[in-house]
């Protein structure tokens, strides 16, 4: 009877590890291997002028054993007033995909990528020329979000980030910041001259207990 039972479990025990590397394996096979490059920021770009103009590249990466459709969308993170403002193109090698404002971008069309295959994407932004004093100062932030989508539906989805600050952040003369080190300067200095007395205190007492014992 011990014997079957030991049996039992030790059967138990083998088809659960193979019942779970099965799981593994399929759910493996199920995922979406979207990879995009960069991954985390895109645009970081704090002295743009009317006029100017950035350029990224962006490379969309299926490294999954399943094709996948993938579609792009900007929205905005932060204040509006500059990222409404703002131009965008997006070109998939000379081909161009979008040329618009940027808060006017919604999607592109959903594209096909087989298993080892990418695209590679370029995507400017443009400073209008005619844009004023008034957007000087002013920040846009954003996200680019890539959505994947493989054919048993199930879906992968990364955000790159982007911010476009003007020449207001970069240029002119700024008062150093310096208070809060002057005031920790100072209290540091206070706490070395209170462990100074503390210590020649101590050492005193301690002279004079000596002497009383002699």
């Known amino acids: 009877m011990k014997h079957k039972v030991i049996f039992t479990l030790i059967c138990t025990m083998i088809i659960f590890c193979f019942s779970s590397k099965y799981d593994s394996i399929v759910n493996a096979q199920d995922r979406v291997g979207l990879e995009v490059d960069p991954d ?5 770009v704090n002295d743009m002028k009317p006029g100017d103009w950035a350029s990224r590249n962006v490379e969309i990466k299926n490294r999954g054993t399943q094709p996948f459709t993938y579609s792009i969308n900007v929205e905005s993170t932060g204040m509006k007033k500059l990222y409404n403002e703002l131009q965008l193109e997006v070109f998939m090698k000379k081909r161009e995909l979008y040329s618009g404002k940027l808060n006017s971008f919604t999607n592109i069309k959903s594209r096909h990528l087989a298993p080892g295959k990418e695209d590679a994407i370029t995507v400017t932004i443009r400073f209008p020329e005619e844009l004023g004093n008034e957007y000087q100062g002013l920040e846009a932030d ?15 989805k990364q955000t790159v980030i982007g911010k476009i600050g003007t020449d207001k952040y970069d240029f002119g003369s700024k008062l150093p910041n310096t208070a809060t ?8 200095g206070l706490c070395l001259i209170g ?20």
């Open 142 to 156: 954003f996200a680019i979000i890539i959505i994947a989508e493989g054919e048993a539906k199930q879906q992968d």
């Open 40 to 44: 985390s920021v895109l645009f970081d």
């Open 181 to 188: 080190n002057t005031f920790l300067y100072i209290l540091l």
């Open 195 to 214: 462990i100074g007395i503390f210590l020649y205190l101590v050492i005193r007492k301690y002279k004079k207990v000596k002497q009383l014992k002699i």
